[in-house]
């Protein structure tokens, strides 16, 4: 069994920061990528941001710029600094991991966290 644990989001004035983490633990060989996905009222999740094992990532457009992902492939996690945020950036946010589960095989699990939280006010 694999848990993704989020932490960090809440409320912040337009302009200003947020981070989240997110922690994956359990039956983990070796984690792909993790990443950030958010949906907000009546829309569609969409993606934030991603960081692969090799360190690549991938920002939505909308973000680039203003929100950074780091991954620590020893631990497991994945941050999500938000800076200058906006109204906009509301929503409720993912943590997302593609993991293998053993070295015997390569199929990829994907697992979701529980969802934090962010509103941005103006």
């Known amino acids: 069994q694999v848990q993704l644990v989020q932490s960090g989001g809440g409320s912040v004035q337009a302009g200003g920061s947020l981070r989240l983490s997110c922690a994956a633990s359990g039956s983990i060989f070796r984690v792909n990528a993790m990443g950030w996905y958010r949906q907000a009222p009546g829309k569609q999740r969409e993606l934030v941001a991603t960081?692969?094992?090799?360190?690549?990532?991938t920002y939505a457009g909308s973000v680039e710029g203003r929100f950074t992902i780091s991954g620590d492939n020893a631990k497991n996690t994945v941050l999500l600094q938000m800076d200058s945020l906006k109204p906009e950036d509301s929503a409720v946010y993912f943590c997302?991991?593609?993991?293998?589960?053993?070295?015997?095989?390569?199929?990829?699990?994907?697992?979701w966290g529980q969802g934090t939280q962010v509103t941005v006010f103006s």
């Open positions: 960081v692969t094992s090799g360190g690549s990532t």
């Open positions: 997302n991991a593609r993991l293998r589960r053993s070295a015997s095989s390569a199929w990829e699990y994907e697992y």
